[in-house]
């Protein structure tokens, strides 16, 4: 939200976008990127009805807040993290787990009585018939610098809590989000990827 914005609370707005279906508009990255979709899962979950406003990208999604032209965005954590700072936006949730460290004053959604949990994550994977010793290294690799200490700590100055998956585990996640992410791309209407 931009600093200035009359609701305070998650529940302020939750409350005002109910109360004018199609009137708030709520900025995002790109049509049926992640943040238009965890847009559409947040619209769906407090049955409220936004004004999708697509940008080209998490910055200029923040660039139409600040210039006041949508009312709120949906972005991932270290986009308007200087914005904040600054004092010329203000977060009145976040969509995860557990508070943000650089924010521990921002309540989660959960926190604030809307069970709705938006992870945003980033994977590598690699094409079928990468052979198994590749996979391994560059599993080794990754697993080295996410568990590196000074990276974990600039992540965190940024927002972003690292998490480490094995290929199992990711390859698991990674199927429960698509499916996750294919239903509602059907549902509503956008686009023919699946």
Known sequence: MNADAK???LQDFITDAKANPGVLSIGNAGTAGGN???AILFEDAISAEFTHIPFSGGGPSIIGLLGKQVDSAMNNA???VSNIEAGQLKMLAVFSEERYPSFPDVPTAKEQGLDLVLPQWRGVVCPPGT????????HDIFKQCIEDPIFVEKMKAMSVSPQYLNAADFGRFLLAEDARYEAL???KGLGDRY
Request: glycine share 4%.
């Open 7 to 9: 609701w305070n609370t």
């Open 36 to 38: 238009h979709m965890a």
């Open 78 to 80: 270290p986009e308007g």
């Open 131 to 138: 052979p198994d010793a590749v996979v391994q290294r560059l």
């Open 185 to 187: 791309v059907k549902a």
